[in-house]
């Protein structure tokens, strides 16, 4: 059974920090794209950041580049999504989703909550 698994998110002030992490889990974790998605209260989901298989090769909506950085760690199974110089509007349940052989998210976490607020 896939299971993604995140971590880390809270509360936390404009200018701070966090880093969220997906543990996966039930499938082969280093053959697959894997992407963070996030979504703000009453609004759509909104794609954030890929990487893929290897951890070579990144990609960013334009609203977190030089801010947020996706990584992931192969060996333990792990999505990491270090976040900072967060924002108000940064405000959302982040989830991470594995992308599947076709291009479609086929496994989505149960969600993180990250609120930046004063």
């Known amino acids: 059974e896939v299971q993604l698994v995140e971590s880390g998110g809270g509360l936390v002030q404009p200018g701070g920090s966090l880093r969220l992490s997906c543990a996966a889990s039930g499938f082969t974790f280093s053959s697959y794209y894997m992407s963070w998605v996030r979504q703000a209260p009453g609004k759509g989901l909104e794609w954030v950041s890929a990487i893929n298989s290897g951890g070579g090769s990144t990609n960013y909506a334009d609203f977190v580049k030089g801010r947020f950085t996706i990584s992931r760690d192969n060996a333990k199974n792990t999505l990491y999504l270090q976040m900072n110089s967060l924002k108000p509007e940064d405000t959302a349940v982040y989830y991470c989703?594995?992308?599947?052989?076709?291009?479609?998210?086929?496994?989505w976490g149960q969600g993180t909550q990250v609120t930046v607020s004063s």
């Open positions: 989703a594995k992308r599947g052989s076709l291009g479609e998210y086929d496994y």
